[in-house]
């Protein structure tokens, strides 16, 4: 046997979201790993605890915090991302062996899904080498479908290409074809041309959602100011948002 980890997608908000199949692999974990990212993002750290709570059946679990080391801030990006997951492996391999029994059965709840923008698969690869256990995936609704279906619009057009990206890259090569942009904290829209048209998102599947559509040049600036206003009441916030360049 010996011990087994589920990485199981949660979906992109709303508990709704979650699968059939998470269920039961939810149903099927003794422990939780949780990483503590401090009390900015604790509404999310809210939000897994509220899926076990609804979708466990018999809850003898627990739920282990594990502490996120620092990132540094240096001048090389991939450098100090690379060090950061290695810092985070030896926490979670020494989480793992401590915490889970020869036989355990883990998991680690990953947000949307966990192939997309998520760091959980590449640190577990990396934990594999200091402890033994084996894997399994369970894929979730990401941001991105959330965003299409909440907008009730197809993500390409018909037979093109659709680029998932990130606001600094949008802002370093600007926009060919059309592109979902995440982890922009920065409203790199703006730089587009203003005949750009934008479908936008905020706390999709949550009841705080927000939704704005239309040319970047028309909406633009109201969803700057949305996007400030809600993040200052929050103390945090999740958007994201596709491009499409005018016809
Ligand atoms: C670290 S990535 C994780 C993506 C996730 N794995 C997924 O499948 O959607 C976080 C980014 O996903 C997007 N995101 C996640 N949840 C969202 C939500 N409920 N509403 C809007 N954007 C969201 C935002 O662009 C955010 O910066």
């Not at 605890?49 to 090389?76: M, Q």
């Not at 103390?235 to 005018?246: E, K, S, V």
């Amino acid at each position: 046997m010996g011990r087994h980890i589920h990485v199981i997608g949660i979906g992109a908000g709303d508990p709704d979201y979650v699968t059939v199949q998470a269920i039961e692999a939810l149903n099927d974990t003794q422990v939780f790993f949780a990483m503590d990212k401090g009390e900015a993002k604790s509404d999310l750290v809210a939000l897994r605890r509220e899926v076990c709570a609804r979708f466990i059946r018999e809850p003898g679990y627990r739920f282990v915090e594990l502490p996120d080391p620092k990132r540094s801030t240096g001048p090389d990006y991939r450098e100090g991302v690379s060090d950061w997951h290695a810092a985070r492996a030896r926490v979670w391999a020494s989480a793992i062996a401590t915490e889970l029994g020869a036989d355990g059965v883990g998991a680690f709840l990953a947000w949307g899904d966990p192939s997309l923008y998520d760091s959980t698969l590449r640190i577990l690869d990396a934990v594999a080498a200091e402890v033994e256990f084996t894997l399994d995936v369970i894929p979730g609704i990401t941001a991105v479908q959330a965003l299409t279906a909440r907008h009730r619009i197809p993500l390409n057009e018909v037979g093109e290409p659709v680029l998932i990206t990130t606001g600094r890259r949008l802002r370093e090569h600007g926009l060919a074809g059309s592109a979902v942009v995440m982890l922009d904290g920065d409203c790199s829209f703006q730089a587009c041309p203003p005949d750009t048209k934008i479908w936008w998102g905020a706390y999709l599947g949550t009841t705080d959602e927000l939704l704005v559509a239309g040319t970047v040049g028309e909406v633009g600036p109201r969803i700057a100011a949305l996007r400030a206003d809600a993040r200052a009441r929050h103390g945090w916030i999740m958007d994201t948002y596709l491009l499409r360049p005018a016809d």
